[in-house]
């Protein structure tokens, strides 16, 4: 299956700092990116979706100055955890798409950040 | 808004035996319903589908069961192996919803004792 990378795998940072996480896919363009947050037990959540050159569209309930997504390429796209504080500690996963179809959305392995 | 639901976060059996994971959702908006299994470390990759036109859609040792009526839906694997051995998180999407935005459980750790 088609492969989809994340960057870092494991982050800790200080209140206050803006961690980016990257997403990737490796080999196919990915017309659609999405970005999801999971809470321990919980399921993931949909945070945005991206699609290559135009603004990201955010879940309700989902701060978009907070969470900042950056889909600069068909290959590519980029979350910003700005000013992050402790709350935002999480498990947060993209999966990008090639739009053939739901079968066809493939994960990254997952990011987790600590915030202190 | 937990419109997934998978209420048994874990589920043990032993090599051979069949394995039964449960999901119900609540909007019957949805029309397209699948199933991913994560390893540790890595992210979900898909496993099986099935539509809402259909009841059951079976792939090999994995079959998916779709009740509407009772807005629910179920995974069976049989014979279940060691390696099958993951989380299994069902979704679903469909209704208002973006071609491939999708709705998840919270998932289930199926172990499979050899």
């Known amino acids: 299956g088609a492969v989809v990378s994340q960057h870092p795998s494991r982050v800790i940072c200080k209140s206050g700092t803006s961690v980016k996480i990257e997403c990737r896919s490796l080999?196919?363009?990915?017309?659609?990116m999405f970005w999801y947050r999971q809470f321990p037990k919980k399921s993931l959540m949909l945070m945005a979706t991206?699609?290559?050159?135009?603004?990201?569209?955010?879940e309700q309930g989902v701060e978009k100055d907070k969470f900042l997504i950056n889909h600069a390429s068909l290959t590519l796209s980029t979350l910003t955890v700005t000013s992050a504080h402790p709350e935002d500690s999480s498990f947060y996963i993209c999966?990008?798409?090639?739009?053939?179809?739901?079968?066809?959305?493939?994960f990254g392995p997952g990011t987790r950040l600590l915030v202190l | 808004d937990q419109q997934v639901k998978q209420n048994s976060p874990s589920l043990s059996v032993q090599e051979g035996r069949i394995s039964i994971l449960n999901c119900d959702y609540t909007?019957?908006?949805?029309?397209?319903f699948l199933w991913y299994k994560k390893y540790p470390a890595e992210g979900p990759t898909f496993l099986i589908s099935?539509?809402?036109?259909?009841d059951k859609n079976e792939d090999g040792r994995f079959t998916v069961f779709l009740n509407k009526s009772a807005k629910h839906l179920s995974l069976h694997i049989v014979p279940s192996q060691p390696g099958d051995s993951a989380v299994y998180f069902c979704?679903?999407?469909?209704?208002?919803?973006?071609?491939?935005?999708?709705?998840f459980g919270a998932g289930t750790r199926l172990t499979v004792k050899p």
């Open positions: 991206s699609n290559e050159g135009s603004k990201a569209t955010y």
């Open positions: 979704a679903a999407k469909g209704g208002i919803y973006n071609n491939n935005d999708m709705r």
């Open positions: 099935i539509s809402s036109i259909k």
């Open positions: 080999d196919f363009q990915a017309t659609t």
């Open positions: 999966s990008a798409s090639s739009g053939r179809g739901p079968e066809t959305q493939y």
């Open positions: 909007n019957s908006m949805f029309d397209y």
